[in-house]
C-alpha cells in the first residue's frame, strides 16, 4: 500500500470517529500520533548508533510499548490510556531542558489534544501509521512528498491571512539569498517550516564534512505562535534529519523590541509573516511609538530590521498594500531604505496564492548595512497561455528561471526596471511602481485587481481618518 493510500484510509477511518470535526481536527489528530511514531523510529535508529541513549519519554509512553503492537490495547482501555495518562504524562515531562528531545515532546503536547471517541477505530488508525517505516529511505522520501501536499491541504482548514507559501516561491527566496554553512537562518513566523526546510536542503547541498552537517543542524531557528503549524513544522524538521529542531513556540511580536541585542541577530531572515493580520494592544506597546500598528505584517518587518546583523540578507513575502500604505508604513519604508539595499522587489501576479487569497504579494530582497541607492523591480509573468495560477496549476519553480538568470546580469527589458531612491523619496515612499514597459490599456483587470485597487482607496481613508481622529483628539 503507497503512502498517500495510508494516509486516505487513516482520514477515511477518522471521518467515522464522532469526536472529530472537520479537517482542522481531523489533521491535529493525525498530527500528533505521526509525530510519536516518527520520534520513536528516530529513536531506534540512535539506540544503535548510541550506547547509552536514553529516551525522555518513559518507557510506558513509548510508541513502541502501547501503539506498535496491531494486537495491542483498543476500545475503551486505549481510550482510557491516551487520555487519562499519556496526555498528562507528555504535557508534564518532567526534568527537560531548553533544546533537548524531551523538550520538544513536551511543547508538542502542550497544546495538543485527543479529539477522538472510539478507542476501536483509534487502534485501527494506529495500526495503519505502522505500516509506515521512517528509517527507511523509501518510505521517509515517499511520505516527505505527500507530507508537502498535505501542508498544502492544511490551508483550506486556516483562517484568513494563514497560506502556504508555494514551494516554488520558498526555494527561489532561498536561492537567491543563498545561505552559507555557518550562517544562522530564522523564520520569525515559520509556519509549517517552508523556508526551514527548503534553507535546510540548500546548506545540507554545501556540506562536505561531518562537522559541516553538525554546524547546519544549530543553525535553523523558527518561531511560530500557533499550535498546529508548530507542530507540523517540528515534524518537518525531524523527517529533515534535524535532531533538535530549533523551533519556538511562541508569538515573535511579544518580546519588546529594545531587548534585543547582537546575541539574537542572525545572517539570513526568510520569512512570509501573516498579513491581514491583527494584533492586540499590548504587543503594540512592544514597539517605538513611530512603528505602533495593529497590522501584524508591518511589526514583522520592523522586528525583521532589528534581527538582521550588518551585512545580513532577508527575502520577504508582502502584498501590494505595504508598497503603496503610508503612516506607519511610509516610515518603516523610509527606516528600510536607509539602514538596507532594498535591491529587488519581485512582483508577483494574481493567484500564486490561490484559492486562499487573491491579494497580490511581492517578493522584497534586501541586505543590512547600506543604504539603498536604487531599486531593480521584476514582474514575474505568467507562463505562456495561463491567465492564473489555481490549486491544479500552481506557480513552479522553472518559471523563476527567467529571475535568475537576469539576476547577476540586470539590463532592463520588458519584465525589469529600475528607479532610483530620490524618485521613491519624491513619491513619498510609494513602492508601488508600475511597469513602464506596459500601458494602462494594457492591463485586462479583473475582480481581484478591480478589489485591490479598491481596498488601496480604503487604505487611505481609513489612514487619513486616523490622522483626523489624532489631530482633533
Not at 562536505?208 to 511560530?224: M, N
Amino acid at each position: 500500500m503507497t503512502i498517500a493510500n495510508v494516509i486516505k484510509s487513516i482520514q477515511d477511518i477518522m471521518r467515522q470517529d464522532v469526536g472529530v470535526d472537520g479537517d482542522a481536527q481531523r489533521i491535529a489528530q493525525l498530527v500528533w500520533m505521526i509525530f510519536l511514531k516518527i520520534f520513536d523510529d528516530k529513536e531506534a535508529e540512535l539506540e544503535i548508533v548510541e550506547d547509552d541513549y536514553q529516551s525522555p519519554i518513559p518507557e510506558e509512553y513509548r510508541w513502541r510499548t502501547w501503539a506498535a503492537n496491531d494486537e495491542g490495547m483498543t476500545g475503551d482501555e486505549l481510550l482510557e490510556f491516551v487520555n487519562n495518562k499519556l496526555f498528562p504524562a507528555l504535557k508534564e515531562l518532567p526534568d527537560v531542558e531548553e533544546n533537548t528531545r524531551g523538550y520538544i515532546v513536551k511543547e508538542v503536547f502542550q497544546d495538543s489534544y485527543n479529539y477522538m471517541k472510539s478507542g476501536t477505530l483509534m487502534r485501527q488508525i494506529l495500526n495503519k501509521i505502522n505500516e509506515i517505516d521512517f528509517n527507511s529511505s523509501e518510505d521517509r522520501h515517499l511520505f516527505n512528498d505527500f507530507y508537502e501536499t498535505f501542508l498544502k491541504d492544511l490551508q483550506s482548514a486556516g483562517n484568513a491571512g494563514e497560506f502556504y507559501t508555494p514551494r516554488a516561491v520558498t526555494q527561489f527566496m532561498v536561492d537567491m539569498t543563498n545561505p552559507q554553512v555557518g550562517e544562522k537562518v530564522l523564520d520569525p513566523a515559520c509556519g509549517t517550516g517552508g523556508f526551514l526546510t527548503s534553507s535546510l536542503e540548500h546548506l545540507m547541498n554545501q556540506a562536505k564534512t561531518a562537522e559541516d552537517r553538525q554546524l547546519i543542524q544549530g543553525s535553523i531557528y523558527g518561531i511560530e505562535k500557533k499550535q498546529l503549524p508548530h507542530v507540523l513544522a517540528v515534524t518537518n524538521l525531524i523527517l529533515h534529519d534535524i535532531e533538535i529542531p530549533k523551533i519556538r513556540h511562541d508569538n515573535s511580536l511579544s518580546r519588546p523590541l529594545r531587548d534585543y541585542g547582537p546575541k539574537d541577530q542572525v545572517e539570513v531572515v526568510l520569512t512570509n509573516p501573516p498579513f491581514g493580520g491583527v494584533e492586540e494592544d499590548g504587543i503594540q506597546a512592544n514597539f517605538p511609538t513611530s512603528f505602533r500598528t495593529k497590522e501584524t505584517a508591518d511589526l514583522f518587518m520592523a522586528l525583521i530590521l532589528t534581527l538582521l546583523k550588518d551585512n545580513g540578507r532577508a527575502a520577504v513575502v508582502l502584498p501590494d498594500g505595504f508598497l503603496f500604505g503610508e503612516g506607519v508604513k511610509t516610515r518603516l519604508k523610509e527606516k528600510l531604505l536607509e539602514e538596507c539595499n532594498l535591491h529587488t522587489i519581485v512582483r508577483l501576479p494574481n493567484g500564486v496564492f490561490a484559492p486562499y487569497t487573491g491579494i497580490r504579494t511581492n517578493l522584497l530582497f534586501f541586505t543590512k548595512g547600506e543604504p539603498t541607492k536604487e531599486i531593480w523591480y521584476f514582474e514575474h509573468p505568467y507562463p505562456d497561455g495561463q491567465k492564473s495560477y489555481s490549486k491544479t496549476k500552481p506557480i513552479r519553480i522553472e518559471e523563476f528561471e527567467l529571475e535568475k538568470q537576469w539576476w547577476n546580469n540586470r539590463v532592463e527589458n520588458e519584465y525589469a526596471w529600475k528607479v532610483s531612491v530620490e524618485d521613491i523619496k519624491n513619491k513619498n515612499y510609494n513602492l508601488d511602481i508600475k511597469n513602464p514597459s506596459k500601458s494602462e490599456e494594457d492591463e485586462d483587470l479583473d475582480v481581484t485587481q478591480i478589489l485591490s485597487k479598491i481596498q488601496k482607496k480604503n487604505y487611505r481613508i481609513a489612514e487619513l481618518t486616523d490622522e483626523l481622529i489624532k489631530i482633533l483628539g
